[in-house]
């Protein structure tokens, strides 16, 4: 047998349900290790979403997860970016558990994600920019930045299963949820936003313009939110559209 | 390339992050200590802050876990792009992996799992290790794994691929103490075979660590206990054929306390006969 065939055939054997027999006792360990490492690295990732469905469901999830989603990724770290939508299905009737491991996956992204600039009021006015230029103009998001709009209270829940000594937190009626996630610093934020922010966030997230920005119906709410997202460090850089680099005009 | 990596007669601990505060609140009585390189590549944020502070303090070895280099599907070149940056910030006494392969066919396992020791598994190990060096400029350090299965197809023993390899590639040799063993007792070698049949001079680091007991009479390389005396008396015999090279407790399973592992690395100082840089 080929090298790239036994590869083959031992990944397999490794990855198989616990159904399939072992070949061997050999064998059996490194299906198990295969099972617990992962299952490991969901629980690491998911740990206040596993506080909030249980031990028993979560592991069912995750052990459905596994068989179906193998890792792709050389690092671990990575294995979970799939999990909330997994969720999503796997708890149709409890929407809060995908909302809430999405969250949770994003606060440990933005953590650890790479390091980026901080785009501030000081440099953007620095950068001689004039006349249309500041219709062209584009954000660059600031590490670990993600947005979502959500349908049940998932960022209370989350705040609230941060303490592990505390009583079961309540989940409220459903209710329409906006929040952003990033970086400021060293530190992951989470801030529930309205929908027309959400809505402006999500277009420069596309890479739309200020001057787009600024034709949208509630573009009275524009200068305030440039000014919070600018002390917030929500962006690391800024380009103006069909340009070059706005770092050249620096 | 710097074709060579001279010897470092120190003894360290792997840095985990359950004493990530107190190897930063004071200076601990170690001459380095190994990261795991997979743990900071391709991140930011504290994480790196607390890497930085390391590699100021303390020399570092970095230890992979994933380079795959017995993978027949070659390797990951934005692995080794993720590497090679990470080993131009830390700027480390050496890079390492295993000989092993951790996925095939897009497919990973996160696991350091078994090769068959064979000409074409020789090849694609020569081809894999000469090209990672390449890439990263300077000579690898390569580990020995604990392994629970072997092939009918073995042409060779372990040793006899990994002193072929070191030959055909100038690559060094990490021995980890407790996966010979391990390995002899699961396979039924004699260990102090493996010792004899690797060359000496390639070894530029040792392993030690504990692990338990599986079923029928299986050991498994856990990372989770004490390092076992019949370990010790194995490392003893590899520090007097192998001579002063670099020692360390490695724990990546139930982390004791700082002192727990110090103390370990004392009875690894003692057992060497030598006191290291720092004792």
Redesign the interface.
């Known amino acids: 047998?080929?090298?790239?065939a036994?590869?083959?055939t031992?990944?397999d054997a490794?990855?198989a349900d616990d159904d399939a027999p072992a070949v061997?006792?050999?064998?059996a360990?490194?299906r198990d290790?295969?099972r617990t490492?992962?299952l490991g690295?969901l629980e690491s990732s998911f740990e206040r979403t596993r506080r909030w469905t249980g031990d028993a469901a979560f592991a069912a999830a995750a052990c459905h997860y596994i068989l179906t989603r193998?890792?792709?990724?050389?690092?671990?770290?990575e294995?979970g970016a799939d999990f909330s939508a997994a969720l999503e299905t796997l708890f149709a009737g409890d929407c809060e558990v995908a909302e809430l491991a999405w969250i949770e996956w994003h606060m440990q992204r933005?953590?650890?994600?790479?390091?980026?600039a901080t785009l501030d009021a000081a440099r953007l006015a620095s950068a001689g920019l004039e006349g249309s230029d500041w219709d062209r103009l584009q954000f660059v998001p600031a590490?670990g930045f993600a947005l979502r709009r959500l349908g049940t209270g998932a960022p209370a829940l989350w705040t609230a299963l941060a303490d592990t000594g505390a009583a079961e937190p309540v989940l409220g009626e459903p209710e329409e949820n906006h929040i952003i996630v990033w970086?400021r610093g060293?530190v992951p934020q989470l801030r529930v936003i309205c929908a027309g922010e959400y809505a402006a966030l999500n277009l420069i997230s596309a890479g739309g313009t200020l001057g787009e920005l600024a034709s949208r119906p509630d573009s009275a709410e524009l200068g305030s939110w440039l000014a919070l997202w600018l002390v917030h460090g929500l962006f690391a850089d800024f380009a103006l559209a069909s340009d070059q680099p706005a770092t050249a005009l620096l | 390339m710097n074709k060579s990596i001279g010897r470092f007669a120190g003894f360290g601990l792997g840095l985990r992050k359950e004493h990530h505060a107190r190897f930063l609140e004071a200076d601990q009585p170690v001459d380095f200590v190994e990261i795991i390189s997979e743990n900071f590549m391709a991140c930011g944020g504290q994480p790196l802050r607390t890497l930085d502070a390391v590699t100021e303090r303390y020399p570092t070895a970095m230890h992979g876990v994933a380079m795959s280099l017995g993978s027949s599907a070659g390797l990951d070149s934005n692995y080794l792009a993720e590497l090679k940056m990470l080993a131009h910030r830390v700027k480390p006494l050496w890079l390492s992996d295993h000989l092993c392969w951790t996925g095939a066919g897009g497919r990973g396992s996160h696991d350091l799992l078994p090769l068959p020791y064979d000409d074409e598994a020789l090849d694609v190990c020569i081809a894999n290790v000469t090209h990672a060096q390449d890439v990263l400029e300077r000579p690898l350090l390569i580990e020995n794994p604990s392994s629970y299965v072997s092939f009918a197809q073995n042409t060779m023993s372990e040793w006899q691929f990994l002193a072929a390899l070191t030959q055909e590639t100038g690559c060094y040799l990490l021995l980890d103490v407790n996966n010979v063993y391990v390995s002899s007792v699961n396979h039924g070698f004699d260990a102090l075979a493996f010792l004899d049949g690797i060359p000496a001079d390639r070894v530029r680091q040792i392993h030690l660590a504990g692990h338990s007991s599986g079923p029928q009479g299986l050991l498994i390389d856990t990372h989770d206990a004490p390092v076992c005396p019949k370990v010790w008396a194995l490392y003893q015999a590899a520090t007097a054929r192998f001579g002063p090279c670099a020692t360390m407790i490695e724990r990546d399973d139930a982390i004791p306390q700082l002192e727990d592992l110090l103390a370990e690395l004392s009875i690894a100082r003692s057992h060497a006969g030598i006191k290291g840089l720092a004792a």
């Open positions: 047998m080929s090298l790239a036994l590869q083959k031992f990944l490794v990855s061997s006792l050999g064998m360990v490194y290790a295969y490492r992962l690295a193998p890792p792709s990724s050389w690092t671990l770290d294995y933005a953590f650890a994600a790479r390091d980026s590490a970086r060293l």
